[in-house]
């Protein structure tokens, strides 16, 4: 339930389509539960919001798909995420 945000204006390319490849390929899957619960993932701000809105599931950057609920704060950031979130900077 952590916040991933990017510092590259949408410019329609790059990571736009990376993106959206990734959310097509990810919302196939299930919800999902196991270690992942023991962290705050990583997952676009916007997702977030609806989320918050609409009840949807939002997908982190590691693959974990769950409704957010609880307070990030309180938990350590996925060592997957952040491993994504950190290739995506360069």
């Known amino acids: 339930m ?3 945000t990017r510092d590259t204006p949408d410019t ?4 736009d389509v990376m993106d959206r490849e990734l959310e097509k390929l990810l919302e196939d899957s299930q919800i999902e539960d196991g270690d ?3 962290f705050s993932h990583y997952v676009p701000k916007d997702k977030i919001v609806e989320s918050a809105v609409t009840g949807k599931p939002v997908r982190a950057l590691c693959g974990k798909k769950w409704t957010p609920s609880r307070d990030p704060e309180r938990f350590p950031v ?3 995420c952040k491993k994504v979130y950190e290739r995506m900077k360069k």
């Open 2 to 4: 952590g916040i991933f």
């Open 78 to 80: 996925c060592p997957d």
């Open 36 to 38: 992942h619960e023991r």
């Open 12 to 15: 329609g390319g790059g990571l």
